[in-house]
């Protein structure tokens, strides 16, 4: 089987796994809501750049060094769970802190981008893309690529639309009670979306 002819189920698995609820999906959401679509495109580029570039280092060989020192990943892990916290407090807080006169702003391009690294959706996305749509006597760095190339295609039109959702949402949501409530309720699926890796 070539590479083109993995092109389409590669693309559908794309598609499904970055339209699918995960942190950076509500934490787009949440953005949506109380920032705005405009405001929110330096934390959707990040996202769109910073995915497919872990999906390509991963495949050109940094899962081998996690293989190799299996440490790395474990610390990799932590830190991400405690970044992940802090940014549901964040989401939590972003009402609040507009009341107050603070100036609460979304994530920008760089923190977006790095986040990939220690989002445990997008390790599971990238590892199971490398692992499902490599082949053996494959062409590695042009499957690599391939598949890389694909998430960059589709990734911005699935958090874009993860925004537009939010902002949408931001309409019926006039009230600082409101906003609140939907951005706690925001901030406990970011937690959830960490069970399965602390109890895994």
Same mark, same amino acid.
């Given at each position: ?20 609820? %995960?942190? $950076? ?25 910073? #995915?497919?570039?872990?999906?390509? +280092?991963?495949?050109? @060989?940094? @899962? %081998? ?14 830190? %991400?769970?405690?970044? *992940?916290?802090?940014? +549901? ?5 972003? +009402? ?6 603070? $100036? ?14 220690? $989002? ?35 990734? #911005? ?20 009670? +409101?906003?609140?409530?939907? $951005? ?9 979306? *960490?069970?399965?890796? *602390?109890? %895994?």
């Amino acid at each position: 089987m070539s590479q083109y002819d993995l092109l389409l189920p590669l693309t559908l698995f794309a598609i499904s796994t970055t339209l699918t609820p %995960g942190p $950076n999906n509500i934490m787009l959401t949440a953005s949506g809501v109380n920032f705005g679509f405009r405001r929110t495109v330096p934390h959707m580029l990040g996202i769109a750049t910073g #995915f497919p570039v872990m999906v390509a +280092a991963i495949g050109l @060989g940094l @899962g %081998g060094l996690f293989e190799a020192y299996p440490q790395i990943h474990e610390v990799l892990k932590y830190v %991400g769970i405690a970044y *992940l916290l802090w940014l +549901a407090w964040k989401v939590a807080s972003a +009402a609040q802190s507009e009341e107050a006169g603070v $100036n609460a702003k979304p994530l920008n391009f760089l923190q977006a981008a790095a986040f990939q690294w220690v $989002n445990p959706k997008a390790w599971i996305m990238s590892v199971g893309a490398i692992a499902t749509y490599t082949t053996l006597q494959g062409d590695v760095l042009r499957e690599v690529l391939l598949i890389a190339g694909v998430f960059a295609f589709v990734t #911005f039109p699935a958090v874009a639309a993860w925004t537009l959702f939010g902002t949408a949402i931001r309409r019926l949501l006039k009230s600082t009670r +409101a906003r609140t409530v939907f $951005n706690w309720s925001m901030a406990a699926l970011l937690v959830a979306s *960490l069970l399965p890796f *602390l109890f %895994g």
